[in-house]
């Protein structure tokens, strides 16, 4: 096909210029610590039936980036919500560091929390407009045991977390999360992860709401918490592009199915679910006319 | 919080809602202060007409003052003869065949009427004609008693025996002796008169107004407690719990509110129904539709990213549920309040209306008041507005400034709504 030649030569362009990072490490040799076997997610509103997520499995390993591909209601966001325990599985099992999750009660629930966390698509809507900043803070510090800490050691390492993401805490501290921008309260939710430091961070499409330049921003500075933590990410995006460059590993999500996964370059230059391609091809790229045609018009009419 | 309440108090609806409710409050709370009269203390008997009332008894030992009103014998004819009797009047005339076109009750032509009157009334001559309407014997007797007041001369002096026995002193009263209102030793105002009972309406409708707005309040605050609880729960917890709850609020919703509260009332017999008892009973039967919208505003709360966001930080139901949910419906839930007390208002005063009220022997509700008001005829056989007209207009004004208020609210909280 003419744009995928295309897109390899871009894309072999790039690859010289930018540092991928982890990409090329073979992560299957790193401890498991999140999967799922068959995992499915039904919804039933009355006589209609809606099967968010069909029997998806995934395995995730150890200090892996995993970029979760697909448009809007593909199921990604229920598969995330899923795998951070706040939406129960309808059916299918999904494993914790290699033993099946067990999150049946509130405490266990909490020690679950310690070790997976996230970051939520809207900035705007993910912090309680009641609470200041100082409490979304303080609340990371108590999960991590550091209740009874003084006061002086807990303003530091609010200062320090802030700092990571370029805020400073002195200018934050008092002030309600809707007076910051979106790019800020973004950031603000990063320095909320520095605090916690979770094996696994789930990423919600963090950077959809967010001006490009913004963008840029945040995506660098989650992974250089990455590289400092060496925790687990999975990214979840619409952005094909995006998800090529920061990811160890791709899955594209298609009506609730994981139609192809792997490596980013395997699922980049050689494409095999129709899907993909569409994906790809529906990327505008610069110097070069926007080729529409391979938009499913009847799927979207329907 | 600043910014929310000017906002509020900027609405007009909630401000002029805001304005009469405090009115009708302050009234109650500061009237106590300048009248120390029991409200259900009986002051005469049956209904008493508006007015300032002075006691015949103590003019006679008030000092006599001169006064030579030039309208005084007027004044005291009209007074005398009043409209019925004037009516009674043109119809012998008419009867008699004198043109009375000009004529009538009113008081401009009051001395015309007389003068028409002394012109063609002749006793002798009622009685030869026997005048169409005034044949009998008895019509013949009523006119010539009105011909005799008539012709009284007003101005004429009279007298007052002072004291009993021998001591007894006979003093003539001129028509030009008066006495002055302040120097009488007994005297009451009574701005609404008396009910059927003699209790000064006045005094007992601002107890009335104060016992109702209590009952209100505590209806109100219990209703919306409940429907709080079982809202947020219900809405929050979802699953099996929704269920249970969301089942108990359907079978409340089936069954009518009001029947249910008939029920419960009358089979608690009148002697233990306090007000209390009466508020806790609206509460307890109104709390539904409140437990409703709340659940449904909590479901729609429960999956946004702050509530997400606040469980991922390990806190519990209980700080979920009133720091990150009970705020953002806040307002809702003041509304619902102002809604709630407004109903258990109207619902005491239906149910007192129905004679299910709580015991009249110990306070007075607006209710209570109605149904005194209907059992003894204030309007219908004795005509007595002061009775009820101004209950009606007071739960009127109490659950228009309510209702006004919560418009208001709506309008500051719910955008699509502001103009």
């Known amino acids: 096909m003419k744009t ?17 990072g982890t990409r090329d490490k073979d992560f299957s040799k790193e401890p498991l610590c999140l999967s799922g076997r068959g995992v499915t997610r039904v919804f039933q509103t009355g006589k209609v039936t809606t099967v968010a997520v069909d029997h998806v499995d995934f395995d995730f390993h150890k200090g892996e980036l995993i970029s979760i591909v697909g448009e809007s209601g593909s199921g990604k966001t229920t598969l995330s919500k899923m795998l951070l325990g706040l939406l129960e599985p309808t059916d299918g099992e999904i494993m914790f560091q290699g033993k099946p999750r067990d999150i049946s009660t509130g405490a266990k629930k909490r020690e679950y929390w310690k070790g997976i966390q996230a970051i939520f698509q809207d900035p705007f809507s993910s912090y309680n407009v009641f609470h200041k900043i100082d409490s979304v803070l303080l609340d990371c510090i108590d999960m991590r045991g550091g209740r009874n800490l003084p006061k002086e050691k807990k303003i530091e390492m609010m200062t ?7 805020l400073k805490f002195a200018e934050l501290t008092n002030k309600y999360p809707f007076e910051l921008s979106g790019g800020q309260m ?53 952005d094909i592009g995006l998800a090529y460059y920061i990811s160890d590993s791709v899955y594209i999500m298609e009506h609730g199915k994981f139609v192809e996964s792997g490596k980013p370059d395997k699922v980049m230059l050689e494409p095999e679910a129709a899907y993909t391609k569409r994906l790809i091809s529906d990327v505008p790229k610069i110097h070069e006319p926007w080729d529409l045609s391979t938009v499913d018009l009847l799927n979207y009419q329907s | 919080m600043k910014h929310t309440l000017r906002n509020v108090f900027h609405s007009p609806r909630f401000l002029v809602g805001f304005i009469i409710f405090m009115s009708i409050l302050l009234t109650v709370l500061i009237y106590p202060w300048f009248v120390h009269r029991d409200p259900l203390q009986g002051l005469g008997k049956g209904f008493l007409e508006p007015g300032t009332y002075v006691s015949v008894y103590d003019t006679n030992n008030a000092g006599t003052y001169r006064v030579e009103l030039p309208e005084a014998n007027e004044n005291r004819l009209e007074s005398t003869i009043p409209v019925k009797d004037r009516q009674t009047m043109l119809d012998f005339l008419k009867a008699k065949g004198v043109d009375v076109s000009a004529l009538d009750t009113s008081n401009e032509k009051f001395h015309e009427l007389i003068e028409v009157w002394k012109e063609n009334y002749d ?46 002193t006979t003093t003539a009263v001129a028509g030009s002796d008066y006495v002055k209102v302040d120097e009488v030793a007994n005297s009451i105002n009574l701005p609404l008169g008396t009910d059927n009972f003699g209790r000064d309406t006045l005094t007992e409708l601002v107890k009335a107004t104060g016992i109702s707005l209590l009952v209100g309040l505590i209806a109100g605050s219990i209703a919306t407690v409940l429907g709080l609880l079982v809202g947020l729960l219900a809405g929050y917890v979802g699953g099996l719990l929704d269920d249970i709850l969301m089942f108990i609020a359907n079978i409340f919703t089936v069954i009518p509110g009001f029947v249910l509260l008939i029920l419960i009332y009358s089979a608690l017999g009148a002697e233990s129904r306090g007000i209390v008892t009466c508020a806790v009973i609206i509460g307890i039967t109104s709390w539904v539709w409140t437990a409703r919208s709340v659940r449904s505003q909590v479901i729609s709360l429960r999956n946004r990213d702050h509530v997400n966001l606040s469980k991922l930080s390990g806190h519990s139901l209980f700080r979920i549920v009133t720091t990150d949910i009970l705020p953002y419906i806040a307002s809702y839930v003041v509304m619902a309040f102002i809604l709630q007390v407004s109903s258990g208002i109207l619902a005491e005063a239906q149910l007192s209306m129905l004679g299910l009220g709580p015991n009249p022997n110990e306070l007075p509700t607006l209710g209570l008041m109605m149904n005194w008001a209907k059992l003894f005829g204030a309007y219908t056989s004795s005509n007595a507005w002061w009775a009820y007209f101004p209950v009606i207009l007071m739960i009127a004004l109490i659950s228009f400034s309510l209702n006004l208020m919560n418009t208001g609210l709506d309008q500051v909280f719910n955008p699509t709504l502001r103009d």
């Open chain 2, 123 to 168: 006793e002798a001559d009622a009685k030869k004609n026997k005048y169409e309407g005034f044949a009998t014997q008895a019509k013949r007797n009523e006119l010539r008693r009105l011909n005799n007041r008539l012709s009284e001369d007003t101005s004429a002096a009279m007298s007052v025996t002072k004291g009993e026995g021998d001591s007894a």
């Open chain 1, 160 to 166: 320090e977390a802030c700092s990571f993401v370029n």
């Open chain 1, 4 to 20: 995928n030649e295309k897109n390899k030569a871009v894309i072999e362009d790039t690859r010289e210029s930018v540092s991928f």
């Open chain 1, 186 to 238: 973004q950031r603000l939710m990063i320095a909320r992860i520095f605090l916690l430091k979770p094996n696994i961070l789930l990423a919600d499409e963090p950077t959809s709401m967010i001006d490009a330049c913004s963008r840029a921003t945040i995506l660098d500075m989650l992974l250089k918490l990455r590289d400092e933590t060496g925790m687990t990410v999975i990214f979840i995006t619409h």
